[in-house]
């Protein structure tokens, strides 16, 4: 039996996150796991002894917490700010993977919730993007908005950047994303300037 190696663990979870934002859930197996990670199939069995639903969770559950990590850095120099480096990260992404990659967290909980492993992908997903609008609920209620207007417009930008997403990876151009990206930035703008 292999021995625990956190490095390979993580380089595992890591691969799996990059495969849900490419691939979605179901066109992600354990076999192709460890093959794009370049680790044998027994180690990854080890590693994740309740499979595929256990890979997914924790795939899900370190991107999220990457992006959350960023967020909060972003945030700090306020909620204007904040949100543009979160925008400008996704756009980064789309770029580079040449419209292939999205978010992990909204892909893996998008598919049949009669699955295990999406049904435990959206609690998942649930909690990551309860997060996110918390942070950035929180960061526009410390500059005056109102507990209402910041929650809902913390919606609109996740809802509205997702959304993008979806659009810019059909279309493979930025345009559908930077428009939409301007559109929320003004919104904020305006809530920040209101209160």
Request: hydrophobic letters at 45%.
């Amino acid at each position: 039996m292999p021995k625990t190696n956190p490095e390979a663990r993580e380089r595992l979870v890591a691969t799996a996150a990059d495969m849900l934002r490419r691939r979605c859930l179901n066109a992600t197996s354990i076999r192709e796991l460890a093959k794009a990670a370049k680790a044998p199939l027994g180690s990854t069995y080890h590693y994740f002894p309740d499979g595929k639903k256990q890979v997914v969770t924790e795939a899900i559950q370190y991107a999220g917490a990457k992006v959350s990590r960023m967020l909060e850095q972003y945030l700090q120099k306020g909620p204007l700010d904040g949100i543009k480096g979160l925008l400008a990260y996704w756009r980064e992404v789309l770029i580079e993977t040449e419209y292939q990659a999205g978010c992990p967290v909204i892909a893996a909980a998008m598919e049949d919730p009669a699955v295990e492993e999406v049904a435990l992908a959206q609690v998942e997903a649930n909690i990551i993007l309860n997060r996110w609008c918390a942070l950035i609920a929180g960061a526009l209620k410390q500059k005056g908005v109102s507990k209402k207007k910041a929650e809902n417009l913390a919606l609109a930008v996740l809802a509205s950047a997702e959304g993008a997403i979806a659009i810019t990876r059909i279309q493979k151009s930025i345009a559908a994303y930077d428009a939409v990206c301007a559109l929320t930035l003004s919104q904020i703008k305006d809530a920040l300037a209101e209160s």
